[in-house]
């Protein structure tokens, strides 16, 4: 069941603005042990909520590594998402309407922010384990930086230090679809619709691996002409995000994950990392276009204590939310190992895998 917390104050944003208050949705499972040691804390990925057992089954539930009967797992929605949270369709105080379009840049080292105020507001002090996949990773890494010493251990999974110049151009020209509907943030009937689902479908490609789409949307028939599977796939994606997901919150989000930058204002990327004080396992996916493994390299390069795993997989950048058996069991083996590793074996293989080059082509994202 979502929970929702409203916090009666101003929050502060990194560009200057200011939100009069804020709320946040809010999930959990299990409970807090006695000794108040037993926390997960989970951070979603872009278009995801704060349901963390509902998208990420196989690893968050009863019997799987993030057990409810061990752990006290919290998963918030992020400030800008549609489920819940203080977003663009949240009421302007200032104007009585919803923000929509006027909402306001919220980074991912805000979000960072917002999530450690929800833990206070909960009560929760240490985190045990703070984990995150794709733009979730983004503001766990934030998180980690900002309160080094509050995370005991951390997981990065299909993430980065900063967000490629390629990431940024992906997300602008998903923008430029979204742009392109001139209902975009009207009162129209469907608003939005056909620019989120063209950039949706535009997105899609980022998510997955040609050998995805060689395996799966490939023409039965090769003396077909028009109708094809692939094509109906794209349109498919586009208008399922388009049933469950706001198109302004789409862009605000899209805005959000392009801002991240974890050595932005602390002397760069290298120097940032060395701050962090936690165990960190960091997994990379062999095929991820988006956030490919050269990303998560240099992540384990400058984070001291540290271990980079190398998932094979066929989804791409959304194996992260597919191969949760083999998540799982890294995950499993870190937790218990509590991660102490050579610092001269862990430098080596990363330098080792920096060289590598990786061929471009070749469960979209939530």
């Not at 963390?52 to 968050?60: M, Q, Y």
Request: proline content about 4%; hydrophobic content about 40%; glycine content about 8%.
């Amino acid at each position: 069941m979502t929970n929702y917390l409203h916090i009666m104050h101003p929050f502060t944003l990194e560009s200057g603005a200011t939100l009069p208050e804020v709320t946040a949705a809010y999930n959990t499972y299990g409970a807090l042990n006695a000794a108040r040691d037993n926390v997960i804390f989970v951070c979603h990925a872009l278009t995801a909520n704060s349901d963390c057992a509902d998208w990420w089954p196989g690893l968050v539930g009863p019997g799987d590594t993030l057990d409810p009967e061990k752990y006290f797992i919290v998963c918030v929605n992020m400030l800008g998402s549609c489920y819940g949270t203080t977003s663009p369709l949240s009421l302007n105080p200032e104007t009585g309407r919803a923000y929509g379009l006027d909402f306001p840049l919220v980074t991912t080292r805000d979000n960072a922010r917002f999530f450690a105020l929800v833990a206070d507001h909960l009560g929760i002090g240490k985190i045990r384990l703070l984990m995150g996949g794709s733009m979730g990773g983004q503001c766990a890494g934030e998180w980690a930086c900002l309160q080094p010493e509050r995370i005991e251990l951390l997981c990065l999974l299909a993430t980065n230090a900063r967000h490629s110049a390629y990431g940024i151009a992906f997300n602008e020209t998903q923008r430029m679809a979204l742009r392109a509907d001139a209902t975009l943030g009207t009162d129209a009937p469907d608003a939005g619709k056909a620019g989120l689902e063209a950039a949706r479908a535009l997105a899609v490609l980022s998510y997955r691996h040609y050998r995805t789409y060689d395996a799966t949307q490939t023409q039965p028939d090769l003396n077909d002409v028009d109708d094809f599977r692939a094509s109906s796939y794209q349109r498919y994606q586009g208008f399922k995000l388009w049933k469950r997901f706001d198109p302004v919150c789409y862009y605000t989000l899209s805005r959000s994950m392009d801002t991240h930058n974890l050595g932005r204002h602390r002397g760069g990327e290298a120097v940032a990392l060395a701050t962090i004080q936690s165990p960190t396992l960091i997994i990379s996916i062999d095929t991820d276009i988006l956030f490919p493994t050269e990303e998560q390299s240099l992540l384990s390069r400058h984070i001291k204590n540290s271990r980079l795993e190398v998932m094979q997989s066929d989804y791409g950048h959304d194996g992260f939310l597919v191969e949760t058996k083999t998540i799982g069991l890294l995950l499993a083996d870190f937790l218990a190992d509590q991660l102490q590793i050579d610092a001269g074996t862990k430098r080596a293989f990363t330098e080792g895998l920096s060289g590598r080059n990786f061929a471009i082509p070749g469960s979209e994202e939530v």
